[in-house]
């Protein structure tokens, strides 16, 4: 049988287009339309279930033959564009909805947090959801009663718990949600990206927990944008593109390769318009290198050594006497992190062709995991030159700099500062 949690062997998942009704000219066609409507219906509901010729231009795919396998205790990735069909086949492994072609075998009782207030009653409260839920998951009332004080307070919703779940913002049905889904017990979780509506301390709160709970050997399966957070927690991943399985392997690689792929490409430095200054010198190109392997590269570990290569040109100046080169580093909510500039170490870019390239190598990367967005800005002889903003999107992975053990739970704000301790 082998230890598997979840086997998908050739799942497909066909959608049949909606087909615009067509209009009665006359009252006698309406009439005749009203009496005709229950067999009209019925034959257009087995239509939209029944697919004899899979050629029609109105079927649409949203999976396409995959297959994939889960192992017990382990957390699992899915990773892909918005339209991948993520969704859709979580909805099939949470016995959702069926796929059309294809078997998808689990082992084990499932919670599942895919939309924000699944499975919530609203004209109940926080507590009674609670135990809705639970008894739903099969547990009896002994066993939510043990769980419920660290649900209520893991959710964080402990002063509205006994009010009705209608009157809940979005994240704290989140937060509830995800408590229960986490404490329940249950042998396979399976998050969607509905965490991202948590603010930043519940998201990193969550991945805590969730790395709790597969060291205790509960499967998890998780999709998210936030990369980092994938990485960090999940070893090995599949990527999905436009409902088909791209590739599958170490969580890295997929990562490398989704940000690597023409969807998530930036326009060349050279052919874009949206920059600002003078023109007398311009960025042709950027790349952040990792400097242990020397590759171009999206995805860096923090705390490791980088480097930013910036390429220039100049189609006006023949020799550059003094030039200054600003980075700034922004998160992704375009809150200000960081900026790194040739003058703040007195290093002065003068006696340069007019073309080349500049390294602004950076040592220990401090930056916590997340994704990052770069904006360059170019001053030459004098002249504010060249300035582009979202050049790059970097995404930082966490390691495990102290070797505490404690990874990507410990972190809050912005930065990873080196730290020693001792006692005087």
């Known amino acids: 049988m082998g230890d598997w949690a979840i086997k998908v062997d050739n799942i497909s998942k066909l959608y049949r287009l909606g087909v615009r009704e067509k209009k009665s000219d006359t009252l006698f066609e309406s009439i005749g339309n009203v009496l005709r409507a229950p067999v009209h219906n019925f034959k257009q509901l087995w239509k939209q279930s029944h697919f004899n010729d899979l050629s029609e231009k109105n079927i649409f795919w949203a999976l396409r033959d995959i297959s994939f396998e889960i192992k017990k205790g382990e957390a699992f990735g899915i990773i892909g564009h918005n339209g991948a069909g993520k969704s859709t086949l979580l909805k099939i492994l949470s016995r959702i909805t069926e796929p059309t072609f294809g078997e998808a075998r689990v082992k084990g009782r499932i919670s599942s947090l895919l939309e924000v207030g699944t499975g919530f009653h609203p004209e109940l409260t926080g507590r009674d959801n609670i135990y809705m839920n639970g008894t739903i998951l099969g547990m009896t ?111 890295k690689d997929m990562v490398r390769e989704y940000l690597d792929s023409n969807d998530m490409s930036i326009t060349q430095l050279s052919e874009r318009k949206d920059r600002t200054g003078k023109g007398d010198v311009v960025f042709t190109d950027i790349q952040l290198i990792d400097n242990d392997s020397d590759k171009a590269t999206s995805t860096v570990v923090s705390g490791s050594d980088i480097s930013f290569l910036l390429f220039y040109t100049s189609n006006k100046l023949e020799q550059l006497n003094d030039m200054e ?32 390239v500049i390294e602004c190598r950076v040592e220990n990367f401090p930056m916590i995991s997340g994704r990052y967005r770069i904006d360059i800005f170019l001053n030459a002889n004098g002249t504010y030159c060249d300035g582009i903003k979202d050049v790059l999107f970097v995404d930082v992975i966490n390691a495990d700099p102290y070797k505490s053990g404690f990874g990507h739970t410990q972190d809050r704000g912005g930065v990873r500062l080196v730290q020693e301790w001792k006692p005087r």
């Open 141 to 251: 009332k002994k066993e939510i009663d043990r769980k419920l004080d660290q649900i209520i307070h893991f959710s964080g919703v402990e002063k509205h718990i006994d009010s009705l779940l209608k009157f809940y913002s979005s994240g704290m049905k989140v937060r509830l949600g995800f408590a229960v889904a986490a404490y329940m017990e249950q042998e396979i979780i399976i998050v969607d990206e509905v965490l991202a509506v948590g603010d930043a301390e519940f998201q990193k709160k969550c991945l805590g927990t969730m790395e709790n709970v597969s060291s205790q050997g509960r499967t998890i399966l998780f999709v998210s944008h936030d990369l980092g957070a994938i990485q960090t927690l999940c070893r090995r991943s599949i990527l999905l593109k436009n409902g088909e399985l791209i590739n599958s392997g170490d969580s």
């Open 325 to 356: 080169i600003e980075i700034d580093i922004y998160n992704k909510n375009r809150g200000f992190i960081s900026s790194l500039n040739n003058r703040m170490t007195h290093t002065v870019l003068g006696g340069l062709n007019k073309s080349g």
